[in-house]
């Protein structure tokens, strides 16, 4: 009697691993897995469970010239398929960030990408500089749609106008790669975009939260202190996916796509969007090892498709009836 061997066993044992690498504007990445600012700390609690170089990139808490102590609790509510927070940019400052933050993350070998937020235009022109040509950071992220602070954030990011003024004065600031983090509240996406790639940027990423609010019936209070919050997880995957598919049709930087991404197939679904990356947020606080199972699902899936380069699938979206 004969063994049948296994049929494609061979061919798959073989198979080379898709390429992954990819690049927005000087950052270099080895894959297009983030993870999202606000839901990874600095990196250190994370990194005893998995090497922080496996990720293409990691952005950090979101960045304030003074330390900042965030809104009072309860600033986290659990909500179907998501959470929503308001924690208000705390965060240790950009001097701490540099002297205490930083040498961890160049020493664990991963780019770092510093989300930048400022109370006034002339703040977020200030931080730019001070992270100027700084070793270890990849690119910096203007946030202009953080909508759980009373000064700056969305009120910037929800008017054209806001936008050119933030983009175009950091832009001034710095020669460091500019990634610019829009709102999914807004009406037209796509005329904010159009105007932060004009005044500037190098890239844009989306989306940040949307905003929610929970209520508890029995108590009749909201769940959240600031009553509203910011809705995130897979409940938004599809208000991402619809905002990554509008903008690259809008401007032609690359795309970074966040918004529920807690599987491989999750990220391919914004690459074919028109993303270049992707990035994880809060699937990190379901789980450590979330956007390590992202980038090995990735891989997976490209190897499914059979597809020998992550490019081939940016921008990939079969739209229109399907072939007979
Ligand atoms: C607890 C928490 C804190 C966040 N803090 C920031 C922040 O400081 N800066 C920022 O730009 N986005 C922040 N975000 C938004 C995320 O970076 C991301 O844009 C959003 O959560 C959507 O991705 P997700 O569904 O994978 O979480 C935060 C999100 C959460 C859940």
Known sequence: MTMARPKNTLKTAISKAPQMAVSIGKLRMANPVMVASGCFGYGEEISRFYPLSKLGAIMVKGTTLEPRPGNPPPRMAETPAGMLNAIGLQNVGVDAFLKDKLPFLRKAGVPCVVNINGKTVDEYAELARRLEGV????????????????????????????????????????????????????????????????SGSDALSAINTVVGMAIDARTRRPMLRNVTGGLSGPAVKPIGLRVIYQVAQAVKVPLVG???????????????????????????????????????????????????????????????????
């Open 258 to 324: 966040m918004g529920g991404v807690v599987t491989g197939e999750d990220a391919a679904e914004y690459l074919l969007a028109g993303a270049t990356a992707v990035a994880v947020g809060t699937a990190n606080y379901l789980e450590p090892q979330a956007a390590l199972k992202v980038v090995q699902g990735l891989e997976a899936y490209l190897k499914s498709q059979k597809v020998a380069d992550v490019h081939e699938i940016i921008g990939g979206l079969r739209v229109g009836p399907p072939k007979a």
């Open 135 to 198: 070793p270890g950071i990849g690119a910096l992220e203007v946030n202009i749609s953080c909508p759980n602070v009373k000064e700056g954030g969305i009120e910037f990011g929800s008017t054209v106008e806001g936008a050119v003024r933030v983009v175009s004065a950091v832009r001034k600031a710095t020669a460091q790669t500019l990634i610019t983090k829009l709102s999914p509240n807004v009406t037209d996406v796509r005329s904010i975009a159009r105007a932060c790639v004009d």
